[in-house]
Each structure stands twice: as structure tokens, then as C-alpha cells.
């Protein structure tokens, strides 16, 4: 492979080639028990992890102002957003105020933030969370979960929300 690097040379490369792989995009989201004030995320790094016991995993960088708010509320859902909801994901990608305003969502069966339209949802506890440089991996326990539509899946890929093209 010509013009091959054996150590990416710093952030930009690492990103050009990492953006290379296309992933499936989630909202992470909770609910204040005390304010009921909902706070969210967008992640992209969300995967299975095991079926016995229901462990999935998703990544948040350590300057996250959400992060903190949906771990203290105990519970969170996880919403797997469909190809129509760019706009959720974009929102929700962005640093401070209302994230939800305008945004159509319903409570799961123990209470936290479900986007209406997600292809599928999970309500989930926080199972353990691992400092992995400047992101922590949280592994969560599923709760529940539903498959509630069908759809094509949100995509990112290149440092943008696309869809599958056919």
C-alpha cells in the first residue's frame, strides 16, 4: 500500500480515516426524577455487547454537559434513529439548551425519553463505565426494548448524517 501511515499524524488523519466507516446513530436521553427536565446526546459509537445478560455500549466524550445529567437520573433510553430524524440528531449532537423543544417524544414504560419515530428503543441502566482516553465507554443493562417501526436507519458517515442510498 503506497502512501501508507503507521501512526496517524494527529487527530485530523485519525478522523479522515476513522469517517471512513459508516455507523448507525442513537439518542441517548433521560429525565430529571426530581424536575422532570429531560436531557439528551447523539452517539454514533453505539453496539451490542451481550444477549445474556442485554449489555449494549456507547461512547461520551469526557466535555459532555449532558453525560452527567442522564447518568444522575438513573435510567435513559436509547433511541435508534431513523433516516427522517436528522434533525433530532443534529439537535441533540449541540452543546447546551432545549434540545427537546419541538421534538416529539414519548415516555418508555419506566419513564425515560423515547423519540417518537426511532426505528427501536431500549430503556437502560448504566452497568459500568470505563475511562478509554478522552471519551468514556458506558456498557448498559437493557431494561426493555421495542422494535416500533420500520425504516431506513440514520447513518453517519464523513462527519455527516446521511441515509442509505440504493
Do not use: Y
Not at 482516553?133 to 446521511?162: C, K, N, T, W, Y
Request: net charge positive; proline share 5%.
Amino acid at each position: 500500500m503506497s502512501g501508507a501511515t503507521a501512526v496517524p499524524s494527529g487527530e485530523r488523519c485519525l478522523r479522515s480515516v476513522l469517517g471512513r466507516f459508516a455507523t448507525g446513530v442513537v439518542a441517548v436521553a433521560a429525565r430529571d426524577p426530581r424536575t422532570g427536565e429531560r436531557a439528551g446526546l447523539a452517539a454514533n459509537s453505539f453496539c451490542s455487547v451481550s444477549l445474556d445478560p442485554p449489555l449494549v455500549s456507547f461512547c461520551v466524550a469526557h466535555t459532555s454537559s449532558s453525560w452527567p445529567r442522564i447518568r444522575a437520573a438513573g435510567q435513559f433510553g436509547i433511541s435508534i434513529l431513523g433516516a427522517g430524524q436528522r434533525e433530532a440528531a443534529t439537535r441533540l449532537a449541540v452543546r447546551g439548551g432545549d434540545k427537546f423543544a419541538g421534538l416529539p417524544w414519548s415516555a418508555s414504560p419506566g419513564g425515560a425519553p423515547v423519540l417518537d419515530g426511532a426505528l427501536a428503543w431500549l430503556e437502560c441502566a448504566i452497568e459500568a463505565e470505563h475511562r478509554a482516553g478522552d471519551h468514556v465507554i458506558v456498557v448498559a443493562r437493557v431494561l426493555r426494548l421495542d422494535a416500533s417501526q420500520d425504516g431506513e436507519p440514520l447513518l453517519f458517515f464523513r462527519g455527516e448524517f446521511e441515509r442509505i442510498s440504493r
